[in-house]
Each structure stands twice: as C-alpha cells, then as structure tokens.
C-alpha cells in the first residue's frame, strides 16, 4: 500500500506543479490563486483546474477545432435567427457565417445581435474579428474597448491583446507601448510579450526591448512543447528581432 501513498502524492504534487505553472503564464489574479494551491494541496489545484483551467482549453479548443458549418446547418440557424431573432441567435448565426468566411455576412449578423442586446459582449467579440478582418481598426479598437469597459478579464487576455495590435495599427504606438505594459502584467502570451518589445524599440529603448525578447524565449523554453510548438512563430520573430538589436 506505501506505493500507493507514494503515487497518489507524486500525482498530486505533478498536478499542483502544472496548476501553479499555468496560472503564472495566464491569470490576472494569480496571487489569489498561487495563494490557494500553496495553503491546500491538492485541493486548490484541483479548485484552479475546473475554475479556471478547464474553461479556458475548452474556449481554445473550440475556437480551433470546431465542427466545420455544413450549409444545412447554416440555413437552418439563418431560419431561427429570422423567426426567433433574439440576440443570441443572430449570435449563432454570425459566428458560423465567420467560420465560412463570410465576412460581411458575419458582420451584419453580429450587429442584428448587438441591436437586440448592446451588452451581449459575443456579439462584440465577433463584431469585432470581422473588422479586424477587414482591417478597419479604429472601428475594431471601439468594440475592444466596449469589451474590456463591461469585463477586463474577456476571452482570458485575447481581448486585451487585440486592443493592443489595433493600437500598433493605428499607429498608436506610445499608448500601445503602455497597454501591453500592463497587459503582460497580467497575461504573458508571446504575442504580447513580442509586441511590448517592438514598442519599446520604437520608443528607443532597445535594451528593455532585448530583455523582453529574451524572457519571451524562456518562458516558451521553460513551458511545456505543445505551447512552444504553438507559438513558434513569434519564438522565431523573437530570435530574428534579438539579433537585430
């Protein structure tokens, strides 16, 4: 039975290890967090997996993975979206329109959602793709900071860094530079780590910028394969760009 006992730890110190890595890399409130899996092993750690972990790989999983929309399927949220026509099913319908491609489609969809219900923030999610799509950022830029005005924590950290690329799109490159400082505070995504670098040697300050370069390369090399594997263009940009300075 002492095997057993012994397993059963290494289990759940493994578990624990894993948690408290993943809530260093993505949470904003990780303090709270690495507090909780500290003082109640492994209790805190299987809390943070079902919390916190499990919603954000589903939401990763099905943004990447979803079942591709058959025309069946598309007409038949287009009929519901017609007959029923609340917000969430104009919902529906444009985030399967955007899954097709169909842009404009997509647009006019998420719009009909926000006309019905203008807190309905998958509405402005989707809206907001589409412009960037189109690359028409100022308008993308406006439905970014409607997200992150009703909840700062949207889509764990995708909201706020598209905020920041529409900002570097603009042009916007001091305000950019103070976005993805606070934002790699709380969500350290190799974009953004990436991004904050090229704002920093925009604004002449080429040794933080190199610094940041080189902390984006250990986090993907201390990490587990799968996400530096992922994330391996911006590893790629990172080395190119280090070299540079």
Same mark, same amino acid.
């Given at each position: 039975?002492?095997?057993?006992?012994?397993?059963?730890?290494?289990?759940?110190?493994?578990?624990?290890?894993?948690?408290?890595?993943?809530?260093?890399? #993505?949470?904003?409130?990780?303090?709270? &967090?690495?507090?909780?899996?500290?003082?109640?092993?492994?209790?805190?750690?299987?809390?943070?997996?079902?919390?916190?972990?499990?919603?954000?790989?589903?939401?990763?999983?099905?943004?990447?993975?979803?079942?591709?929309?058959?025309?069946?399927?598309?007409?038949?949220?287009?009929?519901?979206?017609?007959?029923?026509?609340?917000?969430?099913?104009?919902?529906?319908?444009?985030?399967?329109?955007?899954?097709?491609?169909?842009?404009?489609?997509?647009?006019?969809?998420?719009?009909?959602?926000?006309?019905?219900?203008?807190?309905?923030?998958?509405?402005?999610?989707?809206?907001?793709?589409?412009?960037?799509?189109?690359?028409?950022?100022?308008?993308?830029?406006?439905?970014?900071?409607?997200?992150?005005?009703?909840?700062?924590?949207?889509?764990?950290g995708d909201v706020?860094?598209?905020?920041?690329?529409?900002?570097?799109?603009?042009?916007?490159?001091?305000?950019?530079?103070?976005?993805?400082?606070? #934002?790699?505070?709380?969500?350290?995504?190799?974009e953004g780590l990436?991004?904050?670098?090229?704002?920093?040697?925009?604004?002449?300050?080429?040794?933080?910028?190199?610094?940041?370069?080189?902390?984006l390369l250990m986090?993907?090399?201390?990490?587990?394969?799968?996400?530096?594997?992922?994330?391996?263009? &911006?590893?790629?940009?990172?080395?190119?760009?280090?070299?540079?300075?």
């Open positions: 039975m002492l095997w057993i006992s012994w397993f059963l730890y290494l289990a759940s110190a493994v578990i624990t290890v894993a948690m408290l890595i993943d809530c260093m890399r #993505h949470e904003a409130e990780k303090g709270i &967090w690495v507090l909780v899996m500290l003082l109640l092993p492994p209790l805190g750690a299987v809390a943070y997996f079902f919390a916190r972990f499990l919603p954000r790989a589903s939401h990763s999983a099905n943004g990447m993975t979803g079942k591709r929309i058959s025309r069946q399927d598309l007409r038949r949220l287009e009929i519901a979206a017609e007959q029923i026509g609340n917000s969430y099913q104009w919902v529906q319908l444009g985030e399967a329109q955007l899954q097709r491609r169909n842009i404009s489609g997509a647009e006019d969809s998420f719009r009909k959602a926000i006309e019905r219900d203008e807190k309905n923030l998958p509405a402005w999610w989707g809206l907001s793709e589409c412009l960037e799509k189109q690359k028409q950022w100022q308008e993308a830029l406006d439905c970014y900071n409607f997200i992150l005005e009703q909840d700062p924590d949207y889509k764990f706020s860094l598209a905020r920041g690329r529409a900002l570097m799109e603009l042009g916007e490159y001091a305000a950019a530079l103070t976005h993805f400082q606070r #934002h790699v505070s709380r969500w350290r995504q190799p990436y991004r904050l670098a090229v704002c920093l040697q925009y604004n002449g300050d080429s040794l933080q910028a190199a610094e940041t370069l080189r902390s986090d993907l090399e201390a990490g587990p394969q799968s996400i530096a594997r992922k994330n391996s263009a &911006w590893r790629k940009r990172a080395r190119g760009m280090l070299r540079e300075l």
